[in-house]
Every structure is written in structure tokens, then in C-alpha cells.
């Protein structure tokens, strides 16, 4: 079992989730962020730092966002970030400060 990234994280990248990760499971990719699950470590940590609810437990990960799984399995094909730094807010980020 690991965590996954799903959809949320699209064009918002938000990365406090990084900063509390103690094995650096985290990648980056030019729109969002991905889970490797060789390193996750199943802490649970990254889940309440999320600002858009954007991580689940695999097991955990809703239906209509399974496709996830597999994306976060090319984890590995992108850099590993260990730091958090400026959030994305791209078009298709949802801001979760609004409203």
C-alpha cells in the first residue's frame, strides 16, 4: 500500500506535503506531484497537509479517480523534491482559500 496523488494536485501543486514526508517520496512533475510507493512508508503525514484533499491511502482512492494509481507509478521517471517551495495555481488548480 502507498499513497497516492490524485487530480486535486493538477496545476496546483502545493507542496507542504513535501516538507513533512521523512523519506522523501515525493516527485515532481511540471504540473503536479506524484507518490513513489518503493519510498512512501505509509505514514499518513502528507494527508492532512494537503490544502485541496488531493492525497489518498490507495486503498482509500475513489472511483472515479483509480486511473491515479497507475499515474503515480511514474514516480520514479521524474525529480525527487525534498523541499516545499511556491505552489503552481495554474487555470485548473482550485484555490482552497476561496469562497
Not at 16 to 34: N, Q
Request: hydrophobic residues 35%.
Amino acid at each position: 500500500m502507498s499513497y497516492i496523488v490524485t487530480s486535486a494536485c493538477v496545476d496546483c501543486k502545493y507542496t507542504s506535503c513535501v516538507d513533512v514526508c521523512p523519506v522523501e517520496a515525493f516527485h515532481e512533475t511540471p504540473d503536479r506531484l506524484l507518490i513513489n510507493a518503493d519510498d512512501c512508508v505509509n505514514c499518513d503525514a502528507c494527508v492532512p497537509e494537503c490544502p485541496v484533499e488531493a492525497i489518498y491511502a490507495e486503498e482509500n482512492v475513489p472511483e472515479e479517480m483509480q486511473d491515479w494509481i497507475e499515474k503515480n507509478q511514474d514516480a520514479e521517471n521524474f525529480p525527487k523534491i525534498s523541499e516545499a517551495k511556491e505552489a503552481l495555481k495554474g487555470p485548473k488548480c482550485v484555490d482552497p482559500n476561496a469562497g
